[in-house]
T-cell receptor, first 113, second 111 residues
Framework: DAGITQSPRHKVTETGTPVTLRCHQT?????MYWYRQDPGHGLRLIHYSYGVKDTDKGEVSDGYSVSRSKTEDFLLTLESATSSQTSVYFC????????????FGPGTRLTVL | QQQVKQSPQSLIVQKGGIPIINCAYE??????FPWYQQFPGKGPALLIAIRPDVSEKKEGRFTISFNKSAKQFSLHIMDSQPGDSATYFC??????????FGTGTSLTVIP
C-alpha cells in the first residue's frame, strides 16, 4: 500500500456542510493525487500536488480545494458539500522510475445527504 | 467528455479463457498507458503499462497490445483464473502529470 492512509474511511454528512478528507504518506513522495470514483465514470482526477504548496487542478475540480503544507499530508476540502459529491475518494502517490506508478490508498466513502 | 473510452463494461469468461478489454483515445499528447486492477473495497493497483513506441508488452499472463495509428490499446489475460475476477481500468498519461482513466471493465471468471 506504499504507506498511504486515508481518513476518515467512511463519512456521512449533510448538504451544505464543509468536509475535509486527509491523505497521509510515509515515504516522502513528491506527487500526490486526489481522485473520485463513480459508477460509469471510472476514476476522475480532482486535484494533484507536485510539491509542498504546489497544486494544480484536475478534470473535476469545481467544488473542491486542496492544501499541502507538508510533504506527507494532502488535504481535500469540500467547502459546502452537495449530493453530487457523494462518491468514493482515492488518494494516490506517484513513483516515477522504470515505470510511472500510482499507488492508491484504501479510499474514503463519502455520503452527502 | 471521456478522454479514454473503455469497453466492454462487463465481461464473463470461463476459466482458461482469454478476456480482452479495449481502450481508445484521441489526444496525441498521451505518452504512457497503464492498466490497473481493482478488487472490491480496495484501491486500484498497477498491473502493466506500455509506452507508445512499443506495440506489445507481456508480463506473466497479462499482455498489452498497442496500435498507435489507430489510437487503441487492449489488455489480454491468458489462461484466466477465478482470482482474476476484478475491475480493470485502462489509463493514459498526458505529457506531464495528469492521468485519465477509462470507465472500467468488471471481469468475472467462472470456475
Amino acid at each position: 500500500d506504499a504507506g498511504i492512509t486515508q481518513s476518515p474511511r467512511h463519512k456521512v454528512t449533510e448538504t451544505g456542510t464543509p468536509v475535509t478528507l486527509r491523505c497521509h504518506q510515509t515515504e516522502n513522495h513528491r506527487y500526490m493525487y486526489w481522485y473520485r470514483q463513480d459508477p460509469g465514470h471510472g476514476l476522475r482526477l480532482i486535484h494533484y500536488s507536485y510539491g509542498v504548496k504546489d497544486t494544480d487542478k484536475g478534470e473535476v475540480s469545481d467544488g473542491y480545494s486542496v492544501s499541502r503544507s507538508k510533504t506527507e499530508d494532502f488535504l481535500l476540502t469540500l467547502e459546502s458539500a452537495t449530493s453530487s459529491q457523494t462518491s468514493v475518494y482515492f488518494c494516490a502517490i506517484r513513483q516515477r522510475g522504470a515505470t510511472d506508478t500510482q499507488y492508491f490508498g484504501p479510499g474514503t466513502r463519502l455520503t452527502v445527504l | 467528455q471521456q478522454q479514454v473510452k473503455q469497453s466492454p463494461q462487463s465481461l464473463i469468461v470461463q476459466k482458461g479463457g482469454i478476456p480482452i478489454i479495449n481502450c481508445a483515445y484521441e489526444n496525441t499528447a498521451f505518452d504512457y498507458f497503464p492498466w490497473y486492477q481493482q478488487f472490491p473495497g480496495k484501491g486500484p493497483a498497477l498491473l502493466i503499462a506500455i509506452r507508445p513506441d512499443v506495440s506489445e508488452k507481456k508480463e506473466g499472463r497479462f499482455t498489452i497490445s498497442f496500435n498507435k495509428s489507430a489510437k487503441q490499446f487492449s489488455l489480454h489475460i491468458m489462461d484466466s483464473q477465478p482470482g482474476d475476477s476484478a475491475t480493470y481500468f485502462c489509463a493514459a498519461r498526458r505529457t506531464g502529470n495528469q492521468f485519465y482513466f477509462g470507465t472500467g471493465t468488471s471481469l468475472t471468471v467462472i470456475p
